[in-house]
Nanobody, 116 residues
Framework: QVRLVESGGGLVQPGGSLRLSCAASGFAFSMYTMAWYRQAPGKGRELVASITSLGGSTNYADSMKGRFTISRDNAKNTVYLQMNSLQPEDTAVYYC?????????WGKGTLVTVSS
């Protein structure tokens, strides 16, 4: 059973940083691309970043380039999202995602609130 559990969200001031983690289980984590998505209040879910199975390739949404970094530790079955220079518009629920046997799996999300 695929399970994705996010953690690390919280309240941060503008300009601050947070590191999100997603612990994965129930599948061969090291063989699959992982991604972070986010959903802001009243908006649709959007891709934040993705990373291939061995971490050799990453992809970022334009608005996150240079501020966010996705990484993974295959020994720990964990994917991370380092977020720097956070702004109020980054406020959202952040979700971990993978596609396994053509099915999409999501965690329950972790809330990031950027506010002074």
């Amino acid at each position: 059973q695929v399970r994705l559990v996010e953690s690390g969200g919280g309240l941060v001031q503008p300009g601050g940083s947070l590191r999100l983690s997603c612990a994965a289980s129930g599948f061969a984590f090291s063989m699959y691309t992982m991604a972070w998505y986010r959903q802001a209040p009243g908006k649709g879910r959007e891709l934040v970043a993705s990373i291939t199975s061995l971490g050799g390739s990453t992809n970022y949404a334009d608005s996150m380039k240079g501020r966010f970094t996705i990484s993974r530790d295959n020994a720990k079955n964990t994917v991370y999202l380092q977020m720097n220079s956070l702004q109020p518009e980054d406020t959202a629920v952040y979700y971990c995602h993978t596609t396994y046997y053509r099915m999409d799996y999501w965690g329950k999300g972790t809330l990031v609130t950027v506010s002074s």
